[in-house]
């Protein structure tokens, strides 16, 4: 492991590979940052810029760009409540409230910290493991990814931060959002009206830029909030590093998450930063705390993401299976230059294997030295007076809607969510439960149907999975816990009512 | 009279170029690509655009309107000027089969096609350990134990759910269909015993055959395939189904004869280009090119291939 791994520093170390992989984290810090343009657009720019280069540099630098968004994706999160890659939308339960209580540049540091920490923690994960990981991958079901997403759906009961029922009704119109478009086992239209653009569901961006970015926008715009007063607390770095040591083991939860969740070619960065808030939130000793500005709730999920991207290149190299957009067009660029990835990516091509897991080290490290010193300038940009950050936003959010398929369709999903963002806020409806629903619903729902269809209808398949059987056990158990406080709270202790 | 004459020549020279050669193309022509970012269209399509200038004299601009199997793309070409600056990149599933299972309000006259590229076959796929060394015994069994077979596909009506119901009106034959997500979910799912079988694609497929993770027991194309020439096709073993993925440039129908033309020949050209060749060849795909006409012809057979399955199910 140590030969390979030195093998792979050598070839991570020629100055063309290392000019490869400054320009990849470089670009994917700028594109995590920018809201709208998200590391699968940037990637797709670029492939046909990689023809001409060799393959290994070329492959640096694309998974340079896919990790590094995941260290910027949280700057406008934590800023402005408007998610800079998809990965990060979390980041805005916590983050944001943070930097409203002039905690943005704690925020940040977390982020950063927690991302670079995770980062390196993963490349070792992946120096080490990634032959027997991509095993584990493959032999990862339906009845597997049932028992997970379950598992993750109740801990939604965990997300809402205010009244458990309003938490509820916003998971339920996630799923509903989530059922939309075509049913994939038969084929038949659910709720699409005859729209062709509404066959493939809602598009995740769209959604979440309306209901954060656009609907804070219009709430700001509504109680003129401003920041201003709020930024001389967040320069105090003595303060922000007390905060991220504080995280430490919230930042080791995530990786850990993120990591399993990124090794699945079904997981994905979205589903681990999900499932890392709602464990943070659950093993809290006061999860009250959570949407008012935990540093917990942004180390995790900030985290979690990192780990996944990283963990992602498992399935990707060693399977051939990509987990997202932005892997699936390294695939791409690995076919493009007669590469095929899979089992036999490691003999055959060792060079590239270890060259990428090498500049990943190296790239984390850049990545830290390059985002510390920018979170006292990102804090900076809250000095723009409200009204012009405000067309800002509005712009990147329509930008960013309209390039995930080239198409005007999703601005008007944007807007339409902006004003429902905007409500939802007005009346105290928290969106986390929605979004988390609207990700996981969707595989559950296919999981399900997909492991009924394998055992022709029989429910003992989750049963003799043991993977699958532990991951249910754990949801019965709580939501049992959940069901036992509640009756507790009700006929035991007085009778209080609760928050919100 | 002098005067009269020098008009009536000046008036000949600016007449000139409209009269013998239109000037097309003046700028950009877009091509639109019915799927997402990185798939094998995607690639096919970026290869072209890399040689196209030489040929065209103006640069060929890659768009993805992804969306609704294809369709959305379809609908904007096939609703787009026919001015020979918007040409679609299309494909088996949106423009076969869609329009024959959907409302998407647009057929095969809405086109005139350019060129065909090439296309793909679907490999039968099994898992190492499957009892079925043919593609023969495999319908055969699936025959005689209806619904025993877990069947992977990529999603409704796609490339790899299409030629297993060919087969299930041509024999009798009848698996267990499980939808998946993608080529990857269903490699997978073949790979770890999940499903029995699936159809897939060569790209992903060949390194998991080489490990002896799959076996492959047939291809779906009418003859023998580069660079798997090894791989028997469905036909040679008794079935008759074929079943290719193409790709192919179509304008919209309304384009002025002169520019197709024009743009067939330029395709004609691309195609031949020694770096376009190279490139596909490292893509691991083979160069089908056919001219227009002779597109047109193979793409009306597919399309009656197609609707008889089509009523072969609805009964």
């Not at chain 1, 032959?131 to 939604?156: D, I, K």
């Not at chain 2, 199997?69 to 379809?74: F, S, T």
């Not at chain 2, 009656?304 to 609805?314: G, N, P």
């Amino acid at each position: 492991m140590f030969e390979n791994l030195a093998y792979g520093f050598l070839i991570a170390l020629k100055p063309t590979n290392l000019i490869y992989a400054v320009i990849g984290v470089f670009l994917g810090t700028i594109v995590g940052v920018l809201p709208g343009i998200g590391p699968p657009t940037t990637i797709a720019l670029l492939l046909p810029l990689t023809y001409g280069i060799e393959l290994t540099p070329a492959i640096i630098m694309l998974a340079g760009i896919f990790y590094g968004a995941m260290y910027g994706g949280s700057t406008t999160s934590i800023l402005v409540n408007l998610p800079g890659e998809a990965a990060s939308v979390v980041t805005t339960f916590d983050g944001y409230q943070m930097a409203k209580q002039g905690r943005a540049g704690a925020a940040l540091a977390i982020a950063a910290i927690g991302s670079f920490v995770a980062g390196t923690i993963s490349v070792v994960g992946l120096t080490a493991l990634s032959q027997p990981l991509s095993e584990v991958a493959l032999r990862f079901g339906p009845p597997e990814y049932f028992g997970l997403t379950l598992l993750g759906l109740t801990l939604v009961s965990y997300l809402a931060s205010g009244s458990m029922v309003r938490g509820l009704l916003m998971a339920l119109l996630g799923l509903f959002l989530g059922l939309i478009g075509m049913d994939p086992v038969q084929g038949t239209r659910r709720f699409t009206f005859g729209i062709l653009e509404l066959n493939d569901g809602l598009d995740f961006v769209p959604i979440t830029m309306g209901l954060f970015g656009i609907g804070e926008v219009l709430y700001n715009l509504a109680v003129k909030e401003e920041f201003a007063e709020v930024l001389k607390a967040t320069i105090d770095w003595g303060r922000n590093l007390r905060e991220v040591l504080q995280t430490k083991w919230a930042i080791l939860r995530g990786t850990l998450v993120g990591f399993f969740v990124g090794i699945l070619p079904g997981g994905g960065a979205i589903v681990s930063s999900l499932l890392s808030y709602a464990v943070e939130k659950r093993v809290a000793r006061d999860p009250s705390r959570f949407g008012k500005g935990a540093p917990e709730g942004v180390a995790g999920p900030e985290s979690a993401n990192n780990a996944a991207a990283t963990s992602s290149m498992i399935p990707l190299l060693l399977l051939g299976v990509p987990g997202n957009a932005s892997t699936a067009l390294i695939l791409a660029a690995l076919l493009i230059h007669g590469v095929r990835p899979g089992p036999f990516l490691l003999q055959d091509h060792p060079d590239l294997f270890w060259g990428v897991v090498a500049s990943m080290y190296i790239g984390n490290v850049l990545l830290l030295v390059m985002n510390l010193p920018l979170v006292n300038v990102f804090v900076q940009l809250l000095r723009i007076p409200y009204r012009f950050l405000a067309v800002l936003i509005v712009l990147l959010s329509i930008v960013g809607s309209y390039s995930v398929n080239n198409s005007i369709f999703d601005v008007w999903i944007l807007l339409l969510f902006g004003i429902l963002g905007f409500l939802f806020r007005i009346l105290k409806f928290d969106v986390g439960p929605l979004i988390i629903a609207f990700v996981l619903g969707p595989i559950v729902e296919l999981s399900l149907r997909q492991s009924l269809i394998m055992s022709r209808g029989s429910l003992g398949i989750f049963l003799i999975r043991p993977a699958a059987a532990i991951f249910l056990l754990a949801a019965v158990v709580i939501l049992m816990t959940q069901v036992i406080q509640a009756f507790w709270r009700v006929l035991v202790k007085a009778p209080m009512h609760q928050r919100g | 009279m002098k005067r009269w004459i020098f008009l009536f020549l000046s008036l000949l020279v600016l007449a000139l170029p409209g009269l013998s050669q239109e000037a097309y193309p003046t700028k950009p022509i877009e091509l639109i690509i019915p799927f997402a970012a990185g798939g094998s269209h995607d690639l096919h399509a970026r290869v072209l655009a890399s040689v196209a200038p030489q040929y065209l004299g103006q640069p060929l601009v890659v768009i993805l309107k992804p969306g609704a199997g294809g369709a959305i793309a379809c609908q904007y070409v096939a609703r787009a000027k026919g001015d020979g600056y918007t040409l679609l990149f299309g494909g088996t599933g949106p423009n076969t089969i869609l329009p024959q299972v959907e409302n998407v309000g647009y057929g095969m006259k809405e086109f005139t096609p350019i060129a065909l590229i090439n296309y793909s076959p679907a490999l039968l796929t099994v898992r190492a350990d499957a009892p079925w060394k043919t593609a023969a015994e495999f319908v055969e069994y699936a025959k005689n134990n209806p619904g025993k077979v877990n069947f992977a596909h990529t999603g409704i009506w796609g490339a790899s759910h299409f030629p297993m119901l060919m087969i299930e009106a041509k024999t009798g034959a009848k698996v267990n269909f499980i939808p998946t997500e993608g080529g990857g979910p269903a490699l997978l799912a073949v790979a770890s015993g999940n499903a029995d079988a699936s159809f897939l694609f060569a790209a992903q497929v060949l390194p998991f055959l080489r490990a002896g993770r799959v076996r492959v027991l047939g291809v779906t194309s009418p003859s023998r395939i580069d660079p798997i020439k090894e791989i028997p096709t469905l036909k040679e073993q008794g079935i008759d189904v074929t079943f290719v993925m193409w790709r192919a440039v179509l304008a919209p129908s309304s384009t002025p004869v002169v520019r197709v033309k024009k743009l067939r020949e330029a395709f004609k050209k691309m195609v031949a280009d020694p770096s376009f060749k190279a490139l596909i060849a490292q893509l691991g795909e083979p160069i089908i090119y056919m001219d227009g006409p002779e597109f047109l012809t193979f793409w009306r057979k597919e399309w009656e291939d197609v609707s008889k399955t089509l009523a072969a199910i609805k009964k």
